[in-house]
C-alpha cells in the first residue's frame, strides 16, 4: 500500500464548477502536509501548506483531518488555468523528505 | 521564491553512453539536494537524497552504480545516468532544501530520451 494514497482522476469538470480532491496518508506520524499542483513537463510547483484548522487561500481551501489521516483540497469557481495534476504531499517531519502521492488530474471543460 | 536551475533542460542520447545533469541552487546553500525521476503519467519518485560533502543516500531499487550522484557544493549537485538504455528515458527532477528553512525548491526538470 503507498504511503500516500490519491483518486488518480481524471476529474473534468465544467468552467465555474467547484471540485474537491482527497488524499489519505498511513504513517499516523506525519507531521507536514501539501498540495502541490504540476502542469503537463513541468516540475511540481507548491499550491499551500494545510494546516490542522483548515485554511483557505482565494478560491482554494485545504483541509486536515489527522484522526482519519485524511486531507483535502476544495476548489471553488473553477477556472480553465486550474487544469493540472494535484499532488498531495506529506512530510514526516522537518527536515525528513517529502513523500508525493500519485496526483490527480483535473481537467476543467470551457 | 528561491531558485533552483537544471541543465540540459532537454537532452537526446544514444544508448551506452552516459548524461551528466546539473542541478543548482542559484540564490541560496543547499545542503540536501533530492533526485526524482517521473515516468509519463506516474508520480515523482525519490531517486536518492544527497547531502553536501557526504555519499548520497539512495531509494530502495534505484541502483547507485547506474546512477551517480556528487554533491560537492552547497550550490550543485549532479546526476549522472550511465551506460543509459531507452528504459532511463523519464522526466528527472531535482530539488534542493535551503539551510534556513526546510522548504524544498524543485528544479524545472530534464527531459531524457534515450535512442
Known amino acids: ?4 494514497e490519491q483518486d488518480p482522476g481524471p476529474f473534468n469538470v465544467p468552467e465555474g ?7 489519505t ?3 499516523s506520524a506525519s507531521q507536514s502536509f ?13 499550491l499551500m501548506s494545510v494546516y490542522s484548522s483548515g485554511n483557505e487561500d482565494g478560491r ?3 483541509q486536515l483531518n ?13 477556472k480553465l488555468s486550474d487544469s493540472a495534476t494535484y499532488l498531495c504531499v506529506v512530510k514526516h517531519s522537518n527536515a525528513s523528505k517529502i513523500i508525493f502521492g500519485s496526483g490527480t488530474r483535473l481537467s476543467i471543460q470551457p | 521564491g528561491a531558485v533552483v536551475s537544471q541543465h540540459p533542460s532537454r537532452v537526446i542520447c544514444k544508448s551506452g553512453t552516459s548524461v551528466k545533469i546539473e542541478c543548482r541552487s542559484l540564490d541560496f546553500q543547499a545542503t ?7 515516468f509519463p503519467k506516474q508520480s515523482l519518485m525519490l531517486m ?17 552504480d547506474k546512477f551517480l550522484i556528487n554533491h560537492a557544493s552547497l550550490t550543485l549537485s549532479t546526476l549522472t545516468v550511465t551506460s543509459a538504455h531507452p528504459e532511463d528515458s523519464s522526466f528527472y527532477i531535482c530539488s534542493a532544501r535551503g539551510t534556513a528553512d526546510y522548504e524544498q525548491y524543485f528544479g524545472p526538470g530534464t527531459r531524457l530520451t534515450v535512442t
Not at chain 1, 1 to 4: A, F
Not at chain 1, 34 to 46: G, I, M, S
Not at chain 2, 32 to 38: G, H, I
Not at chain 2, 48 to 64: C, D, F, I, L, R
Open chain 1, 66 to 78: 489527522r484522526a482519519s489521516q485524511y486531507i483535502s483540497l476544495l476548489i471553488r469557481d473553477s
Open chain 1, 34 to 46: 501539501f498540495w502541490y499542483r504540476q502542469d503537463c513537463r513541468k516540475e511540481p510547483k507548491l
Open chain 2, 32 to 38: 540536501t539536494m533530492f533526485w526524482y525521476r517521473q
Open chain 1, 25 to 27: 496518508y498511513s504513517n
Open chain 2, 48 to 64: 536518492a537524497t544527497s547531502n553536501e560533502g557526504s555519499k548520497a543516500t539512495y531509494e530502495q531499487g534505484v541502483e547507485k
Open chain 1, 17 to 23: 464548477a467547484t471540485v474537491a480532491f482527497n488524499c
Open chain 1, 1 to 4: 500500500r503507498k504511503e500516500v
Open chain 1, 60 to 62: 482554494f481551501t485545504a
